[in-house]
């Protein structure tokens, strides 16, 4: 737990520089970000939490905001860490913001698609896309010219292609960049 809070440290502190939003007006942002998945329904049956790390691009329109995110989460199994998923959501959200000098709180919806792979020793690996849909809040803060975004996403997987599946997944982003 110690090396992932070192790990989740770094990163902010890499990612924190590379964003560039406009402020309180027109503009096109984009950066890094990196942070926690954790599965919740049935899918935290079979993995347990993982790293997740990001792009995204996001295009201020004062109050409405256009973004777009790519991630990679990587989770291993619960009882056998050698079973290994692996995720890339694709994805575009609305988000409503609040804008302010320094701190703007936003909520976010959107959806898109996930492309995962399930690894399993001794076993063909299983990969397949399905429907991701989000919710979200989060807080765009401006230090001196350099902004800092901080959200947490719920997100839910449809997984209707995975052999055997009788429930979807889900899982919370928590990230920073």
């Given at each position: 737990?110690?090396k992932?809070?070192?790990?989740?440290?770094?990163?902010?502190l890499?990612a924190?520089?590379t964003?560039?939003h406009?402020?309180?007006?027109v503009?096109?942002?984009?950066?890094?970000?990196?942070?926690l998945?954790?599965?919740?329904?049935?899918?935290?049956?079979?993995?347990k939490?993982?790293?997740?790390?990001?792009?995204?691009?996001?295009?201020?329109?004062?109050?409405?905001?256009?973004?777009?995110?790519?991630d990679?989460?990587s989770?291993?199994?619960?009882?056998?860490?050698?079973?290994?998923m692996k995720?890339?959501?694709?994805?575009?959200?609305?988000?409503?913001?609040l804008p302010?000098p320094?701190?703007?709180?936003?909520?976010?919806?959107?959806?898109?698609?996930?492309?995962?792979?399930l690894?399993v020793?001794?076993?063909?690996?299983?990969?397949?896309?399905?429907?991701v849909?989000?919710?979200?809040?989060?807080?765009?803060?401006?230090?001196?010219?350099?902004m800092?975004?901080?959200e947490?996403?719920?997100n839910?997987i449809?997984e209707?292609?995975?052999?055997?599946?009788?429930?979807?997944?889900?899982?919370?982003?928590?990230?920073?960049?």
């Amino acid at each position: 737990m110690k090396k992932t809070c070192v790990l989740l440290v770094g990163l902010f502190l890499l990612a924190a520089p590379t964003a560039s939003h406009a402020l309180l007006g027109v503009g096109l942002g984009t950066g890094i970000d990196g942070g926690l998945a954790m599965p919740s329904g049935s899918l935290a049956d079979s993995v347990k939490s993982g790293m997740q790390f990001g792009v995204y691009g996001q295009l201020n329109l004062i109050v409405i905001n256009l973004g777009i995110n790519a991630d990679y989460i990587s989770m291993s199994g619960k009882t056998n860490s050698d079973i290994k998923m692996k995720m890339i959501p694709l994805t575009a959200s609305l988000m409503f913001s609040l804008p302010t000098p320094i701190v703007s709180p936003y909520a976010k919806i959107g959806g898109g698609i996930v492309l995962e792979t399930l690894t399993v020793p001794n076993v063909a690996d299983e990969t397949n896309q399905d429907p991701v849909f989000l919710i979200g809040a989060g807080v765009d803060i401006d230090l001196m010219g350099t902004m800092i975004k901080i959200e947490g996403t719920y997100n839910f997987i449809y997984e209707k292609n995975i052999s055997g599946a009788t429930e979807n997944g889900s899982y919370l982003k928590l990230s920073a960049g």
